[in-house]
């Protein structure tokens, strides 16, 4: 046993520079969201994915992911680069679409990271004009939007798992994300009260699931002008997903033989 020594005679000391130098950590998450909005696209979780290879048939190389922090919907659309028209282009878009589901305000809270596709004078712009407020995330703690990190983290998973089912060309993750958005909204959330899905959160009504199908199935496609009589009436294609809420359409994409959606 130690002698000469009693533990009442040692002083710990918080104020050490060496000890804060040598075992700095990283202060505990938190474990829960105190202030989530309970008001629809009152505030949007934005970020964007990484550069990904290969493009897509249309040239897209990002997906831009919004996330409503109240019913959990998610908005995804494709950008072929990160100018910052771009980013802004997308982000009005979603604000639209954010702003028409039923019971929906306009949002006035925009949460992202430090990325230069957000802090530059076009985004600047479209946020002063619409009213809207920034809430920046600190460097290094990406889990202060968490929200949306783990969105893309699910679309992802989904997508990926979508093209190995299909066995469709990895240029088709696009289409995938798309998808995956349109499912991952109708499916029920532990984030959500009831574990409710997004789009009953949203527009107060349970989704229509009869109009799911396989990612990559065989699709046909009607031939309004098949030229004679005797010729086929229908094409075949490949379904690559759901028409989105950019067109206003209700239907399906099909990739047809000749590589038209």
Not at 28 to 46: E, G, Q, V
Not at 92 to 113: F, I, N, Q
Not at 204 to 233: C, E, N, Q, W
Request: proline share 8%; hydrophobic share 35%; net charge positive.
């Amino acid at each position: 046993p130690t002698s000469g020594l009693r533990p009442s005679d040692v002083q710990l000391s918080t104020s050490c520079a060496a000890c804060q130098l040598g075992k700095a950590k990283r202060a505990p998450r938190p474990r829960s969201t105190t202030n989530r909005s309970t008001l629809f696209a009152y505030r949007i979780h934005a970020d964007t994915s990484g550069r990904m290879t290969p493009a897509t048939p249309s040239g897209a190389r990002y997906a831009h992911v919004c996330v409503d922090d109240a019913s959990r919907f998610v908005f995804v659309r494709l950008l072929s680069d990160m100018t910052m028209e771009t980013t802004a282009f997308a982000l009005e878009s979603v604000l639209r679409a954010a702003a028409s589901g039923e019971s929906a305000l306009p949002t006035k809270v925009l949460r992202h990271d430090n990325g230069t596709e957000w802090l530059n004078s076009v985004v600047s712009s479209l946020l002063a004009a619409s009213n809207i407020q920034r809430e920046r995330t600190c460097p290094g703690t990406s889990h202060q939007n968490g929200v949306v990190e783990r969105a893309i983290s699910v679309l992802f998973g989904m997508a990926r798992t979508f093209l190995i089912d299909s066995q469709l060309p990895p240029a088709y993750w696009g289409e995938a994300m798309l998808a995956a958005a349109h499912v991952h909204n109708r499916l029920p959330s532990s984030s959500n009260p009831g574990n409710l899905s997004p789009f009953e959160m949203r527009y107060g009504r349970p989704p229509h699931l009869r109009r799911l199908r396989p990612f990559g199935i065989t699709a046909y496609v009607r031939d309004p002008s098949p030229g004679s009589k005797v010729m086929a009436r229908a094409r075949p294609g490949v379904l690559l997903g759901y028409a989105n809420d950019i067109s206003g359409q209700k239907g399906y994409r099909i990739l047809l033989p000749e590589g038209g959606v």
